[in-house]
Nanobody, 124 residues
Framework: QVHLVESGGGSVQAGGSLILSCIASGIFDSGYCMAWFRQAPGKEREGVATIDSDGVANYSESLKGRVTISLDNAKKTLSLQMISLNTEDTGEYFC??????????????????WGKGTLVTVSS
């Protein structure tokens, strides 16, 4: 049973930074992908970044340069470093995992296991 728990969300001023973490249990040994998605109020869920268990990462074009995804395979911990935050980054951030490599393809949401999310609020 895959279980994902996010942490690190909170309130931050515009221009600030945050690091989100996700601890995974019951995760696969290899050949998997983990990802961060987010959902702003009143908007659809969107992909932020993916990272395959071999370390290859891909980013949303709109966020590239402001976010960094990393995966500690040994600790089964996924992180997302975010800098230069703005009010449009406000939303619920979700950790997700799937049994196959992403290779930069978000795929269908049904392919993923999901955490419950952590809220990020950026104020001006």
């Amino acid at each position: 049973q895959v279980h994902l728990v996010e942490s690190g969300g909170g309130s931050v001023q515009a221009g600030g930074s945050l690091i989100l973490s996700c601890i995974a249990s019951g995760i696969f040994d290899s050949g998997y992908c983990m990802a961060w998605f987010r959902q702003a109020p009143g908007k659809e869920r969107e992909g932020v970044a993916t990272i395959d268990s071999d370390g290859v990462a891909n980013y949303s074009e709109s966020l590239k340069g402001r976010v960094t995804i990393s995966l500690d395979n040994a600790k089964k911990t996924l992180s997302l470093q975010m800098i230069s935050l703005n009010t449009e980054d406000t939303g619920e951030y979700f950790c997700a995992a799937r049994r196959t490599y992403c290779h930069g393809d978000w795929g269908d949401y049904e392919m993923y296991y999901w955490g419950k999310g952590t809220l990020v609020t950026v104020s001006s």
